[in-house]
């Protein structure tokens, strides 16, 4: 069974930093590409990251470039993504979500990040 | 990295059918067949029911259908029932290993 385990999430103060984590299982992590998605609180979704299998490869929304970092261990089966500078405009629920084919086919729960003062 | 253009809402009566678009541009939906499409019920993680523009995951009944015609993307539900009342959120590669996701239908079954 493939299952995917954000956590991480909390408050934080604008300018704060977080460290997302999602272990995963039921499937070759060290084979598929990993991608991070966000919900702001009543609003659609937002494709965020993306890393390759390997760690080589890192793309990431205009809206978190600079900021956001992903990354991932493929001995622990966990992907990362570190968070710094926040802003309240990043407060929303954080996805990580298993590549298939360009689509997202599995997602974990999801984690609450909430930037406040 | 706009977001993709769907209708905010649409409404049908079970059993019948509804089509939800998605528009973007020549170098997301219209570029490449990667579009995939999301339900989503309050409170709970998406679920992925159509990748590839129109290919559907085991388990999705075959009462959801997709389809893309130049830079517009489409669900089809047929037979609509009441477990169908949910957002749906089309996504598609825009190139360069980035995405985009549309800004969500909220279907409601009447």
């Known amino acids: 069974e493939v299952q995917l385990v954000e956590s991480g999430g909390g408050l934080v103060q604008p300018g704060g930093s977080l460290r997302l984590s999602c272990a995963v299982s039921g499937f070759t992590f060290s084979r598929t590409w990993m991608h991070w998605v966000r919900q702001a609180p009543g609003k659609g979704l937002v494709w965020v990251s993306h890393?390759?299998?390997?760690?080589?490869?890192?793309t990431y929304a205009d809206s978190v470039k600079g900021r956001f970092t992903i990354s991932r261990d493929n001995a622990k089966n966990t992907v990362f993504l570190q968070m710094n500078s926040l802003r309240a405009e990043d407060t929303a629920v954080y996805y990580c979500?298993?590549?298939?084919?360009?689509?997202?086919?599995?997602w974990g729960h999801g984690t609450l990040v909430t930037v406040s003062s | 990295q706009s977001a993709l253009t769907q209708p905010r809402s649409v409404s049908g009566s079970p059993g019948q059918s509804v089509t939800i678009s998605c528009t973007g541009i020549s170098s997301d939906v219209g570029g490449y067949d990667y579009v995939s499409w999301y339900q989503q019920h309050p409170g709970k993680a998406p679920k992925l029911m159509i990748l590839d523009v129109s290919n559907r995951p085991s388990g999705v009944p075959d009462r959801f259908s997709g389809s893309k015609s130049g830079n517009t993307a489409s669900l089809t539900i047929s037979g609509l029932q009441a477990e169908d009342e949910a957002d749906y959120y089309c996504y598609s590669f825009a190139g360069s290993y980035n995405w985009v996701f549309g800004g969500g239908t909220k279907l409601t079954v009447l």
């Open positions: 890393i390759n299998s390997d760690g080589s490869t890192t």
């Open positions: 979500a298993k590549d298939r084919s360009y689509s997202l086919d599995f």
